[in-house]
């Protein structure tokens, strides 16, 4: 079992940042891919970014250039640096650890005033 807890959430001004952080604890020692996920209210979840364990790292569709992941292993720890944030950037954003199974945070709320 892999227990997530994300933290960093809250209300910003457009235009602002964020750096969300989530800390992984139980059985990390095989964690390969760990991302951060996001859903607006009536919206399908959608993928901001994963990492691997080497540090290879993907963007969601739109995602890269505002969002910057980054991981430290030895504190299993992942980031996420928001940046520019816009009103349509409010959601619930989701830490995920990725192994035969996906284990997900109970999530962070983000709202980003106009």
């Known amino acids: 079992q892999v227990q997530l807890v994300e933290s960093g959430g809250g209300l910003v001004q457009a235009g602002g940042s964020l750096r969300l952080s989530c800390v992984a604890s139980g059985s990390v020692s095989d964690i390969l891919v760990m991302g951060w996920y996001r859903q607006a209210p009536g919206k399908e979840r959608e993928m901001i970014a994963t990492?691997?364990?080497?540090?290879?790292?993907d963007y969601g569709k739109g995602m890269k250039g505002r969002f910057r992941i980054t991981r430290d292993n030895a504190a299993n720890t992942i980031y996420l640096q928001a940046n520019n944030l816009k009103p349509e950037d409010t959601a619930v954003y989701y830490c995920?650890?990725?192994?035969?199974?996906?284990?997900w945070g109970p999530g962070t709320q983000v709202t980003v005033s106009s």
């Open positions: 990492i691997t364990l080497y540090e290879i790292v």
């Open positions: 995920a650890a990725i192994k035969t199974t996906t284990y």
